[in-house]
T-cell receptor, first 113, second 110 residues
Framework: EAQVTQNPRYLITVTGKKLTVTCSQNMNHEYMSWYRQDPGLGLRQIYYSMNVEVTDKGDVPEGYKVSRKEKRNFPLILESPSPNQTSLYFC????????????FGEGSRLTVL | SQKIEQNSEALNIQEGKTATLTCNYTNYSPAYLQWYRQDPGRGPVFLLLIRENEKEKRKERLKVTFDTTLKQSLFHITASQPADSATYLCAWAGSYQLTFGKGTKLSVIP
C-alpha cells in the first residue's frame, strides 16, 4: 500500500530534550516536506526536500533541522524543543519535484512541556 | 509574501444542496491551485488540481473553477451529503512550495 508513515504519532516531552520525528514513504517520491498545523494558523511549511541531500527552508524553519540521506526518509529533528513547538506535524511527499498532489502522513501530535 | 484566504471558517449547508467554498490569493498567480479534504486528526487528502490556463475541473460531484482576473478559486460540492462534512483546504503552488489556506469547515446537515 502506498503510504507516508510518521513516528511517533503522539509524543509528550519536556523542554530541551532532543527528539526526532521520522518520516518514510514507499512511493519512490522525489519531493518530501514537513508541515506544522496550529489552530487559527493552518498548515505552514517547515522544510522541504527536492531530492537526496537537497533541503531548503519553508516558512517556519526556526528550531528545526532536517536531513535527506535516503530518498525514502526525511526525519524532522528538534534539537532543543520549546513549548511553542507544541503542534500537529505532517510529513508529505509527491512524485514530482515541482508539481502534483501531495500525499500526507497521518500526523504526529507533539506536546512540549 | 503570498497570502491565501479562505473566506469562511465554517459553512453549514443542508443535505442535497450545493456547497460553494471560496479561495482568494494575493500577489502572484500560481502555476496551479489544489484542493484538499481533511478529517479531524487525519492528514489532508488531495481532491483536485487546476492549472492557471484551465477555467474549470470536475471530478464526480466536485467542481473547481479558477479565475486569474479575480484571483479566486471556487470549490463546489453538488448534492452534498453528511459524509462530505470535513475541512477543505485550498493550496497555492509556487515554484517548489505549496502555501495552504486556513481551511473552511463544512458541515452538511441531514
Amino acid at each position: 500500500e502506498a503510504q507516508v508513515t510518521q513516528n511517533p504519532r503522539y509524543l509528550i516531552t519536556v523542554t530541551g530534550k532532543k527528539l526526532t520525528v521520522t518520516c518514510s514513504q514507499n512511493m519512490n517520491h522525489e519531493y518530501m516536506s514537513w508541515y506544522r498545523q496550529d489552530p487559527g494558523l493552518g498548515l505552514r511549511q517547515i522544510y522541504y526536500s527536492m531530492n537526496v541531500e537537497v533541503t531548503d527552508k519553508g516558512d517556519v524553519p526556526e528550531g528545526y533541522k532536517v536531513s535527506r540521506k535516503e530518498k525514502r526518509n526525511f526525519p524532522l529533528i528538534l534539537e532543543s524543543p520549546s513549548p511553542n513547538q507544541t503542534s500537529l506535524y505532517f510529513c508529505a511527499s509527491r512524485a514530482d519535484r515541482t508539481t502534483g498532489e501531495l500525499f500526507f502522513g497521518e500526523g504526529s501530535r507533539l506536546t512540549v512541556l | 509574501s503570498q497570502k491565501i484566504e479562505q473566506n469562511s471558517e465554517a459553512l453549514n449547508i443542508q443535505e442535497g444542496k450545493t456547497a460553494t467554498l471560496t479561495c482568494n490569493y494575493t500577489n502572484y498567480s500560481p502555476a496551479y491551485l489544489q484542493w484538499y479534504r481533511q478529517d479531524p486528526g487525519r492528514g489532508p487528502v488531495f481532491l483536485l488540481l487546476i492549472r492557471e490556463n484551465e477555467k474549470e475541473k470536475r471530478k464526480e460531484r466536485l467542481k473547481v473553477t479558477f479565475d486569474t482576473t479575480l484571483k479566486q478559486s471556487l470549490f463546489h460540492i453538488t448534492a452534498s451529503q453528511p459524509a462530505d462534512s470535513a475541512t477543505y483546504l485550498c493550496a497555492w503552488a509556487g515554484s517548489y512550495q505549496l502555501t495552504f489556506g486556513k481551511g473552511t469547515k463544512l458541515s452538511v446537515i441531514p
